[in-house]
């Protein structure tokens, strides 16, 4: 569904916008698991298995399937994230303050 657990984590860290603080410390716990292995599909799945849980929260993901809505997001993310390269101004830019929010909860003790 990924091409490579990089791709998956840029996703992710999309999602992560959508999901509670507690969801957001749980998938960075997982991203940093996951960096101790050495297998890039056993990453994958590792991350899968953490946002599985928080899919069931989505009625977009319930109602079109798990497997389906990622691959969606994949498409968008990735266009997305494509437009953003050539885009971003930096200060103020919406994709910049999302991810430093998520990064910025991920790195907070609970
Ligand atoms: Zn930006």
């Known amino acids: ?8 984590v840029e996703v992710v860290l999309i999602l ?6 507690k969801e957001i410390k ?6 940093n698991v996951c960096h101790t292995l050495n ?11 953490s946002i599985e849980g ?12 798990f497997r389906p809505f990622l691959r969606k997001k994949r498409k968008e993310v ?3 994230l494509k437009y ?13 303050i999302d991810r430093k929010k998520v990064y910025d909860i991920m790195k907070t003790e609970m």
């Open 78 to 80: 990735n266009e997305m």
């Open 26 to 31: 749980e998938v960075g716990r997982a991203i």
């Open 84 to 96: 953003h390269e050539l885009n971003c101004k930096g200060i103020g830019c919406q994709v910049c």
């Open 54 to 65: 928080m899919l069931w929260n989505n009625s977009e993901a319930i109602n079109i399937g």
């Open 1 to 8: 569904m990924f091409k490579d657990f990089y791709e998956m």
């Open 16 to 21: 992560c916008n959508d999901f509670s603080p």
């Open 39 to 49: 297998n890039d599909k056993d990453k994958r799945y590792r991350l899968y298995q």
